[in-house]
């Protein structure tokens, strides 16, 4: 996508960048690749969720809403203790999916807790419901700077606020 300025950090592509992706409805996987400092190359994945803007969007938090708390519901899971949802989440989600709506995941958890976010929401099931997939939208800041923001601060409406406002931002 080019050259950005080093320790540019965003969430957002333009229309041009975007462009050259050649983006097809629904998720486009992609890989990033940056090289440190160093010279050493770091790899991450993510996926791009391109949908229609006439979409019926419903988004929840997970810290709190899906997992049965803030804190715990971002240290457990890594830690491999995968079963602190709340109890019928997983069916309500995919009931409200199979009305229709897309359901896009928002946490305070930082950009690096991305696969473990996404492996966390998307294996969540309570027989026979599997957890929707969706978009999962978290920050851009460091695992510390989440942490602080989510746990020392007890601020993360801050973040989620400004990301719900850029996704207000994409639809007419």
Known sequence: MGNPSPKHRTNSATSSQLSRFGLQMGSNPIVYRVTTSSGSIVTTSAVIHLMNNTAKLVVSDIDGTVTRSNIRGMILPALGLSDWKHKGVVELYRKIANQGYQIV????????????TREYIYSL??????????????????LLGAFQTEVIKGQPEVNKIAALSRVKGLFP
Do not use: H, K
């Not at 995941?105 to 473990?116: E, F």
């Open 125 to 142: 099931t309570e027989t026979p419901y599997e957890m929707p997939r969706g978009p999962v939208l978290l920050q851009v800041e460091s």
């Open 105 to 116: 995941y928002l946490t305070n958890r930082a950009i690096g807790q991305s696969d473990m």
